[in-house]
């Protein structure tokens, strides 16, 4: 039998209100991606590159559509099981890394992992503290543990958020331009990093990006265009 894919997208639809205007983002939007895919998806500016990410991430709510995540609903569950479900399952990287100012590396790393134990934190604390160590080692911050945001570079920076979204092993990997505030020699030190550990974990990774060299990393191109996706190439055109 042939694996399910863990993101499946259908019929997605996102409108905003402006006043009395409504502005239609995605129209009827389909996308399916596997275990181990990677996904680059570009468009122009305006094109609701992170209004898609926000739906998948579950950060917001379609008009219409479904995302299922390895056959699950995702648009059926109420807010609680929403929230504890996003953060199992769904890793983010931000283009701005949106790291905690008052938390060190590590502490921002087990808030994630804290978000995604509720109830449970108590017991799991411990473990998740080793394996938050473990992540931002693997990640070159195991002299950095102790260190705030304010002190990190900006490429260190992202490489805590990159810990963050794996420390609750979710199954997709969500980034954002996730290398659009780095010089090009440390945008690709991240990029290696992004797909090292996607791959060794088969995460299904979903990138947007104006860059064609990290596009061009990624096994499928797709442009954003008149709120569909359609086949693009890494020069995002
Ligand atoms: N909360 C909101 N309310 C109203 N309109 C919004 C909202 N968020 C986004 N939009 C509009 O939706 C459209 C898509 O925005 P989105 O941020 O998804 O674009 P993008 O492709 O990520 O652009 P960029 O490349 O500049 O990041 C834009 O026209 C934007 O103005
Ligand atoms: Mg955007």
Same mark, same amino acid.
């Given at each position: ?43 122009? &500016? ?6 898609l990410?926000?739906?998948? *991430?579950?950060?917001?709510? +379609?008009?219409?559509?479904e995302? %299922? ?6 648009g059926?569950? #109420?807010? *609680?099981? %929403? &929230? ?15 790291? !905690? ?12 992992? =804290? !978000?995604?134990? *509720? /109830? @449970? ?6 473990? &998740? @503290? ?12 195991? *002299?950095?543990?102790?260190?705030? +945001?304010g002190?990190? &570079?900006?490429?260190?920076?992202? %490489? ?23 010089? /090009?020699?440390?945008? @690709? ?6 797909? #090292? ?10 990138? !947007? ?7 061009? =990393? ?6 954003l265009e ?12």
């Amino acid at each position: 039998m042939t694996e399910r894919p863990v993101i499946e997208v259908l019929g997605l639809c996102k409108e905003y209100r402006d006043g009395a205007r409504t502005i239609a983002v995605l129209r009827d939007l389909d996308l399916e991606l596997r275990a181990g895919e990677t996904l680059a998806i570009t468009g122009r &500016s305006g094109s609701g590159k992170t209004t898609l990410l926000n739906l998948l *991430g579950l950060l917001d709510r +379609p008009t219409a559509g479904e995302i %299922r995540f390895s056959g699950i609903a995702a648009g059926r569950m #109420g807010e *609680g099981e %929403r &929230s504890a479900f996003r953060a199992r399952t769904v890793g983010f990287v931000f283009q701005a890394y949106h790291l !905690v100012a008052e938390l060190s590396a590590l502490e921002n790393v087990l808030l994630a992992a =804290r !978000v995604a134990e *509720g /109830a @449970r934190w108590i017991f799991g604390a411990r473990r &998740s @503290r080793l394996w938050a160590r473990e992540l931002l080692g693997r990640v070159g911050l195991g *002299g950095r543990l102790g260190h705030r +945001p304010g002190k990190l &570079s900006g490429g260190e920076k992202q %490489r805590v958020a990159i810990a963050r979204a794996l420390v609750n092993s979710p199954q997709v990997l969500l980034a954002d331009e996730p290398t659009g505030n780095l010089d /090009a020699a440390t945008a @690709r030190e991240v990029e290696d990093l992004l797909f #090292g550990l996607a791959g060794e974990r088969r995460l299904a990774m979903l990138l !947007v990006t104006h860059e064609p060299t990290l596009a061009g =990393r990624c096994g499928r191109v797709t442009l954003l265009e008149n709120g569909r996706l359609v086949r693009g190439n890494a020069a995002g055109r």
